[in-house]
């Protein structure tokens, strides 16, 4: 059973008329107008924040159904569409179809794209058959297919502009990330963790899709991208960081892939992203830091040289993938104003980040329950500053191969996955949709072949002792690394968050419920079921005058493999089956896009 537990689980025209000379700026422009929705991340802060107020906490319960669209497609349906202009771009998992849909037209699809990939692709996905959307610049549409193709679409006709290969599906190199369009770059990360992949962020001309530059997440320096003026809280990182914490060649099948989003500041011209789990699972046979898995980056996007980074599990022993979002906010801290890089870590610890330089200034746990470790060490002087205090309890190093170390928290999907935070300037609040999970791990000896998987540890998912809810959806203050409020959901949030100006939060549930909450207090305003489990995120949109929010439900992703693969086996998916199971009594397979509206 362990040989095949991955194996089976795992508008406009002036705006589409854009140069590549001033396509970032113009992007940036465009991003600023709340009536679109022109990044994947909503803006290059990442803050999914809209400044649109029509809907509002006084009246955002009289919501109702606007119009939907099937997108003839099962699986877990990730993201969400672009807005841009009258044109709407939506994407479905594979194969990785997108529509063109003419909102000022009766919703007509004016082109579509369906790439014919080779289905092989999917026994190495893992985590179900997601992508988490597109991108816009140039006038084009990106794409990055499961088969790692980036493909560049005309905005207007659908027509293959170019393409580039960014991976090898054959050594489990596979594609489930949105691009990230920053001045004349294409920039994608790969996914393939867990089948020991050396992972790495690539940047693409966007007129041309020539590879611009790669850096890997370990490696040799010259691999990495980094050079004597790269530092890691404050000081330099030395020659060969990555290679002197790896034993022997390790490092070439070392993982840390990076599969989440990709966020940027302009005026620091700098982004951010982070690097996931080492390959494999058994920490026995990796033995060191592993640097630089577990990372967050902050790279130039026209050289990719690393100004700093940042590791936040050492030696990950849980699968603690370092990928979420980097959020970005400009806030006072002590009485000093600060520009900030705040990520809610799978490790369940909530960092706040000066982003011009790395000083870390808040880490603290966003779930009460986390148990694996204590805290991170805050003593500028201490020689382990910065680095987590392991707890024996939760250590599946210290008890080795074959041993079960049962009740550790969170789960190895982590206190929070890709589902990405909103950030509301408003509030000055982080809302975090959260899973609120633990797990028993077992690590095992693993042998590594190309293409195949490389985990080595079997898992069982559950709630913390003394609980029944698997999440919660939190409001949270990073200047102080505090809990402001905390709503408990059945089931972990999968979904992406979206908050406004209008005093709304909204996110979605496993189940499928759409959800609007106060954002000041969390009280629920609103909810409405849609036909399948939402692991989606929430965007909202203007169009004619009115307002809409738009969600894709479709369950699936590792929390929902069970239902989207069809997987009755407790431990598989790796542990998500029997964690899950309930689910199949609330939701089913779908793929439809809900826009909903105030009435006329």
């Not at 877990?76 to 529509?99: A, Q, R």
């Not at 779930?367 to 204590?374: A, F, G």
């Not at 692991?535 to 009115?546: D, H, S």
């Amino acid at each position: 059973m362990r040989k095949v537990l991955l194996a089976t689980f795992l508008g406009s025209a002036a705006a589409l008329a854009v140069g590549t000379a001033s396509a970032n700026d113009e992007l940036n422009k465009m991003s600023q107008n709340p009536k679109d929705w022109v990044m994947p991340t909503g803006d290059y802060a990442n803050n999914r924040y809209s400044k649109l107020n029509q809907i509002n906490a006084q009246n955002v319960g009289k919501l109702q159904v606007a119009w939907t669209f099937s997108t003839g497609v099962l699986r877990g349906h990730e993201g969400g569409p672009l807005i841009i202009g009258n044109m709407m771009y939506v994407h479905t998992p594979f194969p990785n179809k997108v529509y063109a849909i003419d909102l000022s037209n009766e919703n007509k699809i004016v082109w579509k794209y369906e790439p014919k990939q080779d289905p092989n692709v999917i026994p190495v996905m893992c985590c179900d058959t997601v992508n988490r959307g597109l991108a816009f610049g140039d006038g084009k549409i990106f794409l990055h297919q499961a088969d790692t193709t980036l493909v560049a679409l005309d905005a207007k006709t659908g027509q293959v502009a170019w393409t580039a290969k960014n991976g090898d599906p054959s050594k489990g190199e596979t594609g489930t990330s949105a691009p990230m369009v920053v001045k004349d770059k294409v920039l994608i990360g790969i996914s393939g963790g867990e089948f020991g992949v050396q992972a790495h962020m690539s940047a693409y001309d966007i007129k041309t899709g020539k590879l611009a530059w790669r850096g890997y997440s370990e490696g040799p320096d010259d691999q990495i991208l980094v050079n004597d003026s790269t530092t890691a809280l404050g000081k330099p990182i030395g020659k060969d960081s990555s290679l002197k914490t790896w034993q022997g060649d390790q490092w070439k099948i070392g993982g840390g892939a990076t599969w989440g989003w990709i966020s940027y500041d302009p005026e620091l011209n700098l982004i951010y992203y982070g690097s996931g789990n080492p390959s494999t699972w058994n920490p026995k046979q990796r033995p060191g830091d592993n640097k630089w898995s577990m990372t967050i980056w902050a790279r130039n996007p026209d050289t990719g040289a690393a100004k700093w980074v940042y590791q936040m599990t050492p030696h990950d022993e849980w699968d603690y993938d370092g990928v979420n979002e980097m959020i970005l906010s400009d806030q006072s801290i002590n009485g000093q104003a600060r520009k900030l890089l705040t990520h809610f870590d799978r490790n369940g610890l909530g960092y706040t980040l000066d982003r011009a330089t790395g000083e870390l200034l808040v880490a603290e746990k966003y779930d009460p329950k986390v148990n694996w470790t204590s805290g991170v060490d805050m003593d500028k002087n201490s020689p382990t500053y910065g680095r987590p205090k392991v707890l024996d309890a939760a250590s599946t190093d210290k008890a080795g191969e074959d041993h079960n170390v049962k009740g550790i928290c969170p789960a190895a999907l982590g206190t929070k996955d890709e589902q990405p935070a909103a950030y509301s300037p408003d509030t000055q609040l982080f809302y975090v949709p959260t899973n609120h999970v633990c797990m028993d791990y077992e690590p095992f000896k693993v042998s590594y072949t190309a293409g195949q998987p490389y985990v080595g540890a079997t898992l069982s998912m559950y709630p913390p002792q003394g609980d029944t809810n698997m999440g919660n959806f939190i409001a949270w203050d990073g200047k102080t690394g505090k809990i402001v409020w905390s709503n408990k959901e059945q089931f972990s949030v999968w979904s992406g968050a979206l908050a406004t100006a209008g005093g709304v939060v909204f996110y979605g549930t496993l189940e499928g419920y759409l959800k609007a909450v106060d954002a000041k207090t969390g009280k629920e305003l609103y909810k409405f079921k849609t036909p399948s489990g939402i692991i989606g995120n929430v965007t909202t949109y203007e169009n004619g005058g009115k307002q809409y929010v738009a969600v894709l439900s479709g369950v699936g992703g590792w929390a929902g493999i069970g239902l989207a693969a069809g997987l009755t086996d407790p431990t598989a998916g790796l542990g998500a089956v029997g964690g899950y199971a309930a689910l199949s009594n609330y939701t089913a397979l779908g793929g439809t896009l809900t826009v909903f509206s105030l009435p006329n």
